[in-house]
């Protein structure tokens, strides 16, 4: 499976960006996944996952009400919708794809990453 995010930029406090995660080897539909992100010398850390069917989804508390995670599984794609975006939202964001069960909130349970996206956001 190889995925790709985009969709990353430089923004403004309080503006929006929508990341993309397309996927090519492998359909996505069977499968949970996440995003995640990281900041300038800190440990990539959980954003939201999302079920196969999409019906559960799940976000780190800083991010409720902010965020949606989202995906078609005809096109084989997720997307994050990043709304009132803040300086502290500044990192790389990564998509992965999780095959097997597990926490959608460890990094360990996901099985395979994109190459990440870098998110900016100036005050």
């Known amino acids: 499976v190889q995925l790709q995010a985009s969709g990353g930029g430089l923004v403004q406090a309080g503006g929006s960006l929508r990341l993309s995660c397309s996927a090519s080897?492998?359909?996505?539909?069977?499968?949970?996944m996440g995003w995640f992100r990281q900041a300038p010398g800190k440990e990539r850390r959980f954003v939201a996952g999302?079920?196969?069917?999409?019906?559960?989804?799940y976000y780190v508390e800083s991010v409720k009400g902010r965020f949606t995670i989202s995906r078609d599984n005809a096109k084989n794609t997720v997307h994050l919708q990043m709304n009132s975006l803040k300086p502290e939202d500044t990192a790389a964001y990564y998509c992965?794809?999780?095959?097997?069960?597990?926490?959608?909130?460890?990094?360990?349970?996901?099985?395979?990453w994109g190459q990440g996206t870098q998110v900016t956001v100036s005050s």
């Open positions: 999302i079920s196969w069917s999409g019906s559960s989804t």
């Open positions: 992965a794809v999780k095959l097997y069960g597990g926490s959608y909130y460890s990094e360990g349970e996901y099985d395979y």
């Open positions: 080897g492998r359909t996505l539909s069977r499968y949970a």
